[in-house]
C-alpha cells in the first residue's frame, strides 16, 4: 500500500469531527469556472480527443476555443476564425482523428484538422445559398456533407403579389463536393442533424414553411413550422410532423421558442424529437395575450407522437435532455428566468406537465449556455459575461460511488485514494467530492471510509 494511502488512513481520526461545507445548490457540485471569454460566445461540445469524454468548444463570430472535456484546460484557439457557423465534427481526411468543420457565411468550408487542429483548410462552397449543413463518416468509408437550401417564389396575386418559401437539401460526397443526390423540402430548412436510429442514422431536417399571402388574399398569412427524417441509402423521407397556427388569427406565425432537442426520454432505448414554439401575429409584430405555447414530444422510432402539452410557462430559452438520475433516461429541462430569479425548469416525460422550478444562485442575467458529458456523469455549463461554470449534476445515489456500480465499496475507496493522492483515475467532483466543497481533499477520503466501515452518511447527500 501506498505510504500516502498510510497516511490518509492515520488522518481518520482527527478527521472525522470536521465539519465539512454543504454543496452550492440542491443536485449541482460546482466542479470548474473558465473565465476571459469574448463576450457574446456560444458552446457546443462534442468529443475531439478519443476519450469517450465531450470537449467545450466556445464559439463567436471569429474565435474559436476548445477545451478539454476533463482538465477544462485550453486545448486549441484560432483567433482569427473565419467562420463557426454550424461547429460539426467527421474525420475528413480519413486519418483516424475527428476534424472540426464549420462554415463561413454560405461561400466556403473550413476544415480544423485533428487532433491538433493547427492546420486550417478552406473549401469553397459547392453552391452558395445554403442555411444549414451538416456532415457525417458514412458506413463505407467516404464523408458525406448535406446541405439546406432556401427557395423562395413568387405568389402571383395582381395587382400585387407574396412570397412564399420552400426548400431543397443537397448531398456531395468529400471535399471535392462531388453531388450524390438532391431532395425537395416543402419548406426553408433550418436544421440538419444525423440521428442513429435503431441500427440506421438517419437525417432529422427542421423547416421552416412561410407564405404571406394565401388565395390572392392580402390580408391572409400561413406559417407552419415542420420536421422531416429522411431514410438514407435510398433518400426517402416522410413528413412526420407539421406545426400550424391555432388560435392567433389572421397574420399568425410560429416561432420555435426552445430546441429543438433529441434525446431518449422514455424506456425504449430511441430518441425522442423534443421542440417548444409559440404562435405570435406578424401583423401587430407582439404575441396574442396570452401567447399560445406547446410543448411536443416525437419519438423517432415508433414515429408517433408522445404527446404534445400546452404549457404557461415564458419560453425563447434552450431545451435539454439528461440523465440526472442515471437511469438510462434522460430528464427534460429548460433554463428560464421566474420573478427576476434564473433556474431550472423541469417537464414531466410522461405528459409533458412542469415538475417544478429549481432556482441558481446566480444574478438574472446567468443562462444556462449548454451540456454536455452525459450519460455516466452529465454536467451543465452555465453562463454569465466573459465566465462558464461547469456544474456537475449529483444525487445522493451517486455520491461516493466512483465506479458507478450502483454502491458505496471498499472498491471505491481505493479510488478515491487514487484520486485525493495519485491524482489518477476518473475523478468525477459529482462521485468523488462527498463533502461537496469543489475540491478533492483527504476530507474526501475520511468521509468515503467512514460510509463504508461504519455505515455514516455523507454530510450532504
Not at 84 to 95: E, G, I, K, R, Y
Not at 172 to 177: A, C, I, P, R
Not at 210 to 233: A, K
Not at 256 to 261: K, M, T
Request: glycine share 10%; with cysteine.
Amino acid at each position: 500500500m501506498s505510504s500516502r494511502w498510510l497516511l490518509a488512513l492515520l488522518l481518520v481520526p482527527l478527521l472525522s469531527s470536521i465539519a465539512f461545507s454543504q454543496k452550492l445548490i440542491d443536485g449541482f457540485t460546482r466542479e470548474f469556472a473558465i473565465q476571459g471569454l469574448p463576450t457574446g460566445f456560444l458552446l457546443k461540445s462534442f468529443d475531439v480527443t478519443g476519450d469517450s469524454v465531450s470537449e467545450l468548444f466556445v464559439i463567436t463570430s471569429n474565435q474559436l476555443q476548445v477545451f478539454d472535456g476533463k482538465t477544462f484546460s485550453l486545448i486549441f484557439k484560432d483567433s482569427t476564425a473565419p467562420g463557426t457557423n454550424n461547429l460539426n465534427q467527421a474525420d475528413v481526411n480519413s486519418d483516424g482523428s475527428p476534424d472540426l468543420i464549420a462554415n463561413s457565411k454560405d461561400t466556403a468550408i473550413v476544415i480544423w484538422n485533428g487532433p491538433d487542429f493547427s492546420t486550417r483548410r478552406f473549401f469553397p462552397a459547392p453552391q452558395r445559398g445554403f442555411n444549414t449543413f451538416a456532415v457525417r463518416n458514412r458506413e463505407d468509408g467516404q464523408v458525406e456533407f448535406s446541405f439546406g437550401f432556401r427557395l423562395d417564389f413568387s405568389i402571383s396575386c395582381p395587382p400585387s403579389s407574396g412570397t412564399g418559401t420552400s426548400g431543397y437539401l443537397k448531398r456531395y460526397l468529400d471535399t471535392t463536393f462531388t453531388l450524390a443526390d438532391s431532395f425537395g423540402l416543402p419548406g426553408a430548412p433550418v436544421q440538419i442533424e444525423p440521428v442513429k436510429i435503431g441500427s440506421s442514422i438517419d437525417l432529422i431536417i427542421v423547416e421552416d414553411d412561410v407564405s404571406n399571402q394565401r388565395n390572392c388574399d392580402p390580408s391572409t398569412f400561413s406559417h407552419s413550422l415542420l420536421f422531416q427524417r429522411l431514410h438514407l441509402g435510398a433518400l426517402t423521407g416522410s413528413t412526420y410532423y407539421s406545426f400550424s397556427c391555432f388560435h392567433c388569427g389572421p397574420g399568425c406565425f410560429l416561432a420555435f421558442s426552445g430546441g429543438p432537442a433529441i434525446g431518449n426520454i422514455d424506456s425504449d432505448q430511441g430518441p425522442e424529437f423534443i421542440v417548444k414554439w409559440e404562435e405570435w401575429n406578424s401583423l401587430s409584430c407582439t404575441p396574442p395575450n396570452p401567447t399560445p405555447r406547446y410543448l411536443l414530444v416525437y419519438d423517432l422510432a415508433s414515429n408517433t407522437g408522445q404527446f404534445s402539452h400546452a404549457d404557461s410557462f415564458p419560453y425563447l430559452s434552450p431545451l435539454f435532455v439528461l440523465d440526472i438520475n442515471r437511469d438510462g433516461k434522460g430528464e427534460l429541462l429548460s433554463h428560464q428566468v421566474i420573478g427576476g430569479k434564473p433556474g431550472f425548469i423541469e417537464y414531466q416525460t410522461s405528459n409533458g406537465s412542469t415538475l417544478g422550478f429549481t432556482e441558481y444562485p446566480f444574478t438574472p442575467s446567468t443562462k444556462l449556455t449548454g451540456q454536455f458529458g452525459q450519460p455516466a456523469s452529465p454536467k451543465v455549463l452555465l453562463g454569465q459575461g466573459d465566465s462558464v461554470v461547469v456544474f456537475g449534476i449529483c444525487t445522493a445515489v451517486s455520491r461516493g460511488d466512483l465506479n458507478a456500480d450502483g454502491n458505496v465499496t471498499v472498491f471505491d475507496v481505493t479510488l478515491q485514494l487514487n484520486c485525493v493522492f495519485l491524482n489518477e483515475g476518473d475523478c468525477n467532483l459529482c462521485f468523488a467530492d462527498v463533502n461537496c466543497d469543489g475540491a478533492l481533499t483527504a476530507a474526501d477520503v475520511v468521509l468515503e471510509l467512514l460510509a463504508v466501515f461504519l455505515e455514516r452518511p455523507f454530510p450532504c447527500s
